[in-house]
């Protein structure tokens, strides 16, 4: 199984970035996937996740802003993140699920490397 996340960089303040996952070696269609994030000094915390049946859900920090999607013919997930804040800088991981509660990293089965978002103000 291989997650690769791709799409961060460094943006201003108010800006915004697309994050995706691309995945093989699954069942892309049967699993759910997360997102979440870890900034310095602090652990990986829940920012968004989506259901196999496309249900969504948001931490209260990003919710209006953030926008979770997936494309099962391609296998891929992705994470819009609009009107980005300084306190969105972290590095963002993609990881898949069987099941279980999709906000906590314990429900997750597989894990991307990270991808990098800077938000200068």
């Known amino acids: 199984v291989q997650l690769q996340a791709c799409g961060g960089g460094l943006v201003q303040a108010g800006s915004s970035l697309k994050l995706s996952c691309a995945a093989s070696?699954?069942?892309?269609?049967?699993?759910?996937w997360g997102w979440f994030r870890e900034a310095p000094g602090k652990g990986r915390r829940f920012v968004a996740a989506?259901?196999?049946?496309?249900?969504?859900w948001y931490s209260d920090s990003v919710q209006g802003r953030f926008t979770a999607s997936r494309d099962n013919a391609e296998n891929t997930v992705t994470l819009q993140m609009d009107n980005l804040e300084p306190g969105d800088t972290a590095v963002y991981y993609c990881?898949?699920?069987?099941?279980?509660?999709?906000?906590?990293?314990?429900?997750?089965?597989?894990w991307g490397q990270g991808t990098l978002v800077t938000v200068s103000s």
């Open positions: 070696g699954l069942n892309f269609g049967r699993m759910h």
């Open positions: 989506i259901e196999r049946t496309d249900r969504t």
């Open positions: 990881a898949a699920s069987f099941s279980g509660n999709l906000h906590i990293t314990e429900s997750y089965d597989y």
